[in-house]
Each structure stands twice: as C-alpha cells, then as structure tokens.
C-alpha cells in the first residue's frame, strides 16, 4: 500500500496523474542557504522549471516522454565538473528529492542522507563529467545543489503555459549553443541566465531592477517582475508551487531578498552602513518599501493551482462590473480551491489536536518514553546512523545503539513501514516529521495533500505499534 503513497506534492498531482494536456516552464525561486557570500547578499537562487523538457544527459535536452514530469535547469558560480559547464538539466524528481521515484523520498533530511543521494546521482548519472577527485569529494562543486533540494531550502516556483514550438526552440537553442561557463555575478549570474529563458517564452516579461538591486540582477527581482508580468496575462494560465525545506538537522533556509531589502532587514549590514555614511540607508529603505516588496508567499496563496489564478481573474471582472453576487460566489470558490492546497486554520489546528492525542497516547502505552524525546529524534539518527540505498532506490539508516547493537530503519516514504524497518524508530520518525510540520510558519510547511500522505502513514504506523504493544502484553 505504502508504494502507492507516490504522487508527492501538488506539481505532481497536476503532471502525473492522466494524459499531459498542457506543458509549462517556471522560474523556480530558492531560498538562501545563508552560508558564504550568502549570509551577505542574502540573494538566494534562480534556476528553471520545463516540465516538457527532459534531460538527454545533464548538458543536452530532450522532448520528455508521456511518463517523464520534467527537469529543473540551472547555471552556477562552478558546477565543480571536469568541464566548465554553464549550465546543468536534472530531472524534477531528482531536483526537489534526490531520488529517481516520489515514492522513495526522504521524510526527514540530514547531511548524511543528502551526500548519499548526491553520490547515487553522481555514479549514475554524471559519469564521465565527474571523473576527477574535487568534483566527487568537494563540497564547493556545486552540481551538488541540484540534488534533494528541499534537504537544505524552501523554494517557489513561479509557473506559466508553454507551447510545443517555444519547448522545441528552446532545446535547439541550447543544444547547439556553447554550454562555457561565463559567470559573473554582476552581470551573468545565476537570475541573469533564469531571466534570459523567461524572456524568451515571453518577451520582455522579467527583467533587472537597477535600482533595488544596485546595478546587478537578483533572483527575487526577477520573480517580482514575472509575477507582475503574469498576473495581467490569464490566458498564460499562471499558477505558483511551493516546496517546504525537509525536516532534519541541515541549516534552516532563509528568504530570498533583493539588495534594498537586505540593507532593510538585514541590522548587521543596515548598521555598519549607517556608520559609514548613513545618507545611504534612508534611499535604499525607500526603494525597497515603494518599489522592491514582494512577498512570493503570498503570491502562492492567491495563485496556488491554475484554477485559483483563473477564480481570482474572475473575481477582478465581477469587482468591475459591480456583480456583488457573482463576487462573493467566487470568492467562496477561490478560498476553497486554495485551501484544497494549503489548508485552511482550521485543518491545521484539527491535526495538531490529533497529534497531541496520539503522543499522549503512545507514552501511556510504552511506544514513546517521553513527548521531549521528539526533539531529538533525527539528532540521534544523524549522529548515530549510516545511510544506504536498497536495490529498489529506497532510503535506510542503520543505527548504532549505546548498548553496541544496530537497527535498521528506513527512512523514506517507501521503506518507514517496510519488513526489516525497526518498528519504534520509524514511529519515533513519522512522530517527529509531523510534529515538526505542525510547528513550522505556513511559508515553511509542506503543503495539505503532501501532509496528509505523511499522516496516512503514521496511521498506518500507530496500528502497527497497538499491535506489536498488544502481542507483547500477551506474552
């Protein structure tokens, strides 16, 4: 039953299941890992979504098959490859879990778990691009970033219709173009080479902002101009999708930011600054506020799947032509489409009842010593256990105890519940996974129908344990 779990999140839903009735490219806007230059610019990441493009191999395209839910394209400062590559093409899957099949991602992420998808996908799939030693072992070689995203950040993607035509050009373009890098984070970085492919599905539809991003191009300006761009262009069918950073023990993820907005937020830039010469401070807090915020959290709440961006077109008519009724009729239906999607307060609040009831519970049967011991789930796991991969891609850790013996537990969707996977482990698991998720802020939970495959398997989970609790009473 558990192998069936596998649609994953709402991208998913909307391209696996049925026949493909519409292809999409989308400006995939990621967070900032906060490390490095980061931790200054605060800029995050640009990369691209094509969801009728496959990779042939990472540097050439494909038309994708029926079964295939396409790839994310990316450049960076040094792919760390033997070549110096541009620019690289993953498969989604791959790109947001770091596994061939959904149904075998992670449920939580750790630096161990992450590095052993990032070594699968290097075996099979780079190759001979990856044959020299920095490339295998540095951390710097950043074709690592492309695996298992939502290990290490929370990312959106801004999405629009595409035509076969514009797909074929594209891969054309890039098939028979140079793939050298040029990198400059001036000029030719990472939001550069994402704004150039935008423009050319839709011409002139994002582009730099001088001004908030003193003279260079951010990643978040070029989401905001997007966005603005495809707000007024219904027939584009636009729609936004949200991937929430994984549970775990790798760095949380923070916002991406355009340069005012870092001056802004950001008090230990802001304040130096104001040392220096603090006649900067007070244009670039102007810039921002008039002309820079954008928030892409909300602009997934209003654009969450095709249909609520098509409910909100239709709402601002009605507004127009003063149709009160017609107004609030679809204002109840965008509200319900949206939290089809995100779930509405009360959704959340009914699950973290049933939460709280369930702990309770397992403590008062035996299966959970303690309520804090939820805390430290995926700490032990990460300090203790040894990651590995099945013949069938599915995730495991084998746990070192303090008493000198080992457990084996999985630690994907596939294997949490399968024979072999030590049954109060993967309880302790799926209980700190949702646990974690309920405490989250709503720009960094995964979305409803993603949760709710998590909490069909601590169903499944908690009848295991009752069992297994009950036989041992038995006895």
């Not at 191999?57 to 960076?76: F, H």
């Not at 596939?414 to 030590?422: E, M, N, Q, R, V």
């Not at 309880?427 to 709710?452: C, G, S």
Request: charged share 25%; net charge negative.
């Amino acid at each position: 039953m558990l192998r069936h779990l596998s649609v994953g999140f709402t991208v998913l839903t909307l391209l696996l299941l049925g026949p493909r009735t519409r292809a999409d490219v989308g400006l995939v806007l990621n967070d900032s890992l906060d490390t490095s230059v980061a931790r200054i610019t605060g800029s995050g990441h640009s990369a691209i979504y094509l969801s009728r493009i496959c990779p042939e191999t990472p540097v050439k395209m494909r038309l994708c098959r029926p079964d295939e839910p396409g790839s994310v394209i990316s450049n960076y400062t040094t792919l760390g490859e033997d070549q110096r590559f541009e620019w690289n093409i993953i498969p989604l899957n791959m790109f947001i879990y770091g596994v061939a099949d959904p149904k075998d991602r992670p449920l939580f992420a750790s630096w161990k778990i992450k590095h052993l998808m990032e070594d699968d996908y290097r075996s099979q799939t780079l190759g001979s691009y990856c044959e020299t030693r920095s490339c295998q072992t540095s951390n710097k070689a950043e074709w690592r970033e492309m695996v298992g995203a939502t290990s290490e950040r929370t990312f959106y993607i801004l999405v629009a219709s595409t035509t076969l035509e514009q797909d074929k050009a594209l891969i054309e373009r890039f098939n028979s173009g140079p793939n050298v890098n040029h990198f400059n984070a001036a000029t030719r970085n990472c939001a550069d080479f994402a704004k150039d492919i935008i423009n050319n599905y839709f011409p002139h539809a994002a582009h730099r902002d001088i001004l908030n991003d003193f003279g260079a191009t951010s990643p978040k300006t070029v989401a905001r101009t997007f966005a603005h761009y495809a707000d007024h262009r219904p027939e584009i069918r636009y729609y936004v999708l949200h991937f929430a950073q994984l549970p775990g023990t790798i760095k949380r993820s923070t916002p991406a930011r355009e340069g005012t907005e870092q001056l802004y937020r950001a008090k230990r830039l802001a304040v130096p600054l104001a040392v220096i010469d603090w006649h900067m401070v007070p244009p670039a807090a102007m810039a921002y506020l008039f002309t820079g915020k954008f928030d892409p959290q909300r602009e997934y709440e209003f654009h969450a799947t095709p249909q609520e961006s098509e409910l909100v077109h239709e709402k601002e008519v009605a507004e127009v032509d003063e149709n009160d009724a017609q107004v609030k009729k679809l204002d109840a239906a965008e509200r319900e489409e949206r939290f089809d999607v995100l779930g509405s307060g009360r959704d959340w609040k009914q699950f973290r009842a049933e939460f709280d009831a369930a702990v309770d519970k397992a403590i008062q049967n035996g299966s959970l010593p303690s309520r804090d011991a939820i805390d430290h789930v995926f700490k032990n796991l990460s300090e203790n256990g040894t990651a590995y991969a099945d013949d069938h891609g599915g995730l495991w850790m084998k746990v070192h105890e303090k008493d000198g013996s080992t457990s084996e537990v999985g630690v994907s969707a596939s294997t949490i519940l399968a024979p072999g996977s030590d049954r109060k482990l993967a309880y302790e698991i799926i209980l700190a996974n949702i646990d974690d998720v309920l405490k989250t802020h709503p720009r960094t939970r995964e979305t409803l129908p993603q949760f709710k495959q998590t909490w069909a398997i601590l169903e499944q989970a908690q009848k295991r344990t009752m069992t297994y609790v009950a036989q041992q009473s038995g006895h």
